[in-house]
């Protein structure tokens, strides 16, 4: 494998299911995230982890739960989601958080989880 | 708020044609900006990037074009092909020396026809 995966590619779930996205990476980077893509919508961050720390937690409700236990994977767990959270889900991974003044760090995605609430 | 757009949701475009998509920006503190690419059932692939000390970057068969005087961004693809068929996203990031947030634009879909 390389790049970043995600699996499942595709989730049918109940409100009342608990479920749980799975992103790995397989590039060294250190950083990972995770987007939230609706139709018609531009990307929305949800999640960032830098070296398995939450960074940011972009008012995201808690049905979303993220987890990093290590650098290379990044877990979504989703309780008692709402048909509205319908939506390609987005892993993605770069080098670090923070660029410098002559690089900037490159976000890789995955292919993305696409969910169905019923 | 803030925010980054885009002037056409859908470009028809012939096969062999150039391509030119549009992005508008109003954040003045971005210094960098990025073209994503994505294919149906796939998630953005980065294609090209420019940051803010510039107002041209060629790759391979795309150029990016920034004006910065009137906060507007291009994504030239020459001599399209079937395979550009995919929404194009712009994205902006507001400091590539902290953390900055990508900050992405709604995206416009290229369909090329034969």
């Known amino acids: 494998e390389t790049g970043v995966t995600q699996t499942p590619r595709h989730l049918v779930m109940g409100m009342t299911n608990k479920k749980s996205l799975k992103c790995e990476q397989h590039?060294?980077?250190?950083?990972m995230y995770w987007y939230k893509q609706s139709a018609k919508k531009p990307l929305e961050l949800m999640f960032v982890?830098?070296?398995?720390?939450?960074?940011e937690n972009n008012s995201v409700p808690s049905r979303f739960s993220p987890e990093c236990p290590n650098s290379s994977h990044l877990f979504l767990h989703l309780h008692t989601l709402q048909p509205e959270d319908s939506a390609l889900y987005l892993c993605?991974?770069?080098?670090?958080?923070?660029?410098?003044?002559?690089?900037?760090?490159?976000?890789?995605f995955g292919p993305g989880t696409r969910l169905t609430v019923l | 708020g803030e925010s980054v757009g885009l002037h056409l949701p859908t470009l028809s475009v012939q096969e062999g044609d150039n391509s030119i998509i549009n992005c508008a920006y109003s954040n003045s503190a971005s210094d960098y900006f990025i073209w994503y690419k994505q294919e149906s059932g796939k998630g953005p692939q980065f294609i090209i990037d420019?940051?803010?000390?510039?107002d041209k970057r060629q790759g391979q068969r795309v150029t990016v074009l920034l004006n910065k005087t009137v906060k507007h961004l291009s994504l030239q693809i020459a001599a399209t092909q079937p395979g550009d068929s995919a929404v194009y996203f712009c994205?902006?990031?507001?400091?590539?020396?902290?953390?900055?947030?990508?900050?992405f634009g709604a995206g416009t879909q290229v369909v090329v026809t034969p």
């Open positions: 420019i940051r803010s000390n510039m």
């Open positions: 994205a902006e990031n507001i400091a590539a020396d902290s953390w900055g947030k990508l900050q």
């Open positions: 982890y830098s070296l398995e720390e939450r960074v």
């Open positions: 993605a991974s770069s080098q670090d958080i923070r660029g410098t003044a002559s690089t900037y760090n490159e976000q890789f």
């Open positions: 590039l060294g980077h250190n950083a």
